[in-house]
């Protein structure tokens, strides 16, 4: 069974960091594509970012400010924000995607992590 946990939520002042970990099992999660995606507004999930064997990718909005990472050891990926701003706000999901050495392509969510930026 694959699940993905994610971990490192919270409340933080504006200005301030936090960093979000999403610890996998089940997958190997270097084997496909990973990436943090947040809720919107109108309860659609929008890319934060991503990660893969061809690197890195950013939404404009998170730019300089937001970088993810994983550790294949661990089987961990992570999202380090910095300088968070008060529409950062809302709840952040991990993701990961591939064949994971079958026929077939799976997708896989985590179950969210709350960030509360304060003014």
């Known amino acids: 069974q694959v699940q993905l946990v994610e971990s490192g939520g919270g409340l933080v002042q504006a200005g301030g960091s936090l960093r979000l970990s999403c610890v996998a099992s089940?997958?190997?999660?270097?084997?496909?594509?990973m990436g943090w995606y947040r809720q919107t507004p109108g309860n659609q999930r929008e890319l934060v970012a991503a990660?893969?064997?061809?690197?890195?990718v950013y939404a404009d909005s998170v730019k300089g400010r937001f970088t993810i990472s994983r550790d294949n050891a661990k089987n961990t990926m992570y999202l380090q924000m910095i300088r968070l701003k008060p529409e950062d706000t809302t709840v952040y999901y991990c993701?990961?995607?591939?064949?994971?050495?079958?026929?077939?392509?799976?997708?896989?969510w985590g179950q969210g992590t709350q960030v509360t930026v304060s003014s």
């Open positions: 993701n990961a995607n591939g064949y994971y050495s079958t026929s077939y392509f799976q997708t896989y």
């Open positions: 089940g997958i190997t999660f270097s084997a496909g594509a």
């Open positions: 990660i893969s064997g061809g690197g890195t």
